[in-house]
């Protein structure tokens, strides 16, 4: 006769091993919150044995405020919908530290909705808790780099407004003083260098204003515009003439036909004429010709400045109206590089759109405006 071999059910062993073979801690505890059994990972981080937590509260192994809460809220919150998700407490572990743990809980109901247990699960919330931590601080410095930043802003625009103010008007009144001596009696070296003087005041004011413009235009405040239906041939034929006499060896040619009213503001599209020219003849051939074109039709208002020299280089293109960009010229000639990108947001306020082409033939930039007022604004 042959004895009979005990019956091993495979799936509970596997479900014993699981239990206990995990990262996670489980704990199965009566309606009262009393611990019926507590797997050996969630009994290892208390610091005591299965059999030691067996008749314990639950919320003995809580931290004060963890212990709190869960008599408060999550007793009743389980009586009312029966579970919680992803609840963080912390645990009293071994050695007197607390282990940050995600909780879930779920009861387990008899057919007249009494309860039988609750099952609770424990993960490990170190790595998150440190995460948001992380996130929190992150949060605080960029809360502070704003406030810097805002701070600073505000000390910018400070102190663009004086040195707009401080620096305009002794300019003005150097230049008033240096029109004065040039028309006295001087001979013709001391008129030149009154005349040079008088070029650099321009020139300074010039960069005055362009600093002006640029940190209006970077400060959220925009290029303002005086938009209105204008005749902008002469605007144009003025700044060519100008820059003629300010360029006495050059040649400018002008073509110029705008038999229409161009809806823009003149002051600013005269500066925008007169950065481009004088980009072309500083950067151009100082041997060749620097061209002007002005045309409309029903839809566009065009002009284009080119000139004749070394095409500028591919990979420069793309960067060339980005501010305190500057071409390769020679240190005397440089200014700031605010002019081309001061040009680009004036065209942009307008609605329209300043473009460059460059070859061996010609480097040129052409503005292009929509004619119609309502999309130029």
Not at 79 to 86: N, P
Not at 112 to 135: Q, V
Request: charged share 25%; glycine share 8%; aromatic share 6%.
């Amino acid at each position: 006769m042959t004895s009979q071999q005990p019956h091993h059910d495979p799936l509970a062993h596997d479900f014993e091993d699981f239990f206990e073979r995990t990262l996670n801690g489980y704990v199965t505890a009566s309606p009262a919150g009393i611990i019926v059994r507590a797997n050996g990972v969630f009994a290892q981080w208390v610091g005591k044995t299965p059999d030691e937590l067996a008749g314990s509260k639950l919320s003995d192994v809580l931290s004060i405020a963890g212990k709190v809460y869960y008599e408060t809220h999550l007793r009743p919150l389980l009586k009312m919908q029966g579970s919680f998700e992803e609840v963080a407490l912390e645990l009293l572990v071994k050695n007197g530290g607390r282990k940050p743990v995600i909780t879930n809980a779920l009861e387990r109901r008899n057919d007249d909705g009494t309860t039988r247990f609750i099952r609770f699960s424990f993960i490990p919330a170190a790595d998150r808790k440190k995460y948001e931590e992380n996130l929190r601080a992150e949060r605080a410095r960029a809360d502070r780099t704003l406030s810097e930043e805002q701070e600073t802003s505000a000390l910018r625009e400070q102190f663009i407004a004086v040195l707009g103010h401080d620096l305009r008007n002794p300019l003005a009144s150097l230049d008033s003083a240096f029109r004065l001596i040039s028309k006295a009696n001087l001979d013709d070296h001391s008129k030149q260098i009154a005349e040079l003087a008088r070029a650099s005041i321009t020139r300074m004011a010039g960069l005055i204003d362009n600093v002006m413009d640029f940190a209006r235009g970077r400060l959220g405040g925009g290029i303002p515009l005086d938009m209105r239906q204008v005749d902008i041939e002469p605007v144009i034929l003025q700044v060519v003439d100008e820059l003629r006499i300010a360029n006495p060896m050059r040649t400018i040619e002008s073509d110029v036909n705008l038999p229409t009213r161009v809806d823009c503001d003149p002051g600013r599209l005269g500066q925008v004429v007169s950065n481009l020219l004088a980009n072309a003849l500083v950067h151009g051939d100082h041997a060749g010709i620097v061209r002007l074109n002005a045309s409309q039709s029903i839809d566009d208002f065009v002009l284009w400045v080119a000139n004749s020299g070394r095409p500028i280089p591919t990979e420069i293109l793309g960067s060339l109206f980005e501010p305190f960009h500057r071409e390769d010229a020679r240190a005397s000639q440089r200014g700031l590089g605010l002019g081309l990108y001061i040009s680009s947001e004036i065209v942009k306020e307008h609605g329209g759109v300043l473009s460059v082409t460059s070859d061996e033939m010609e480097t040129r930039f052409t503005v292009t405006l929509p004619m119609s007022s309502n999309s130029a604004r």
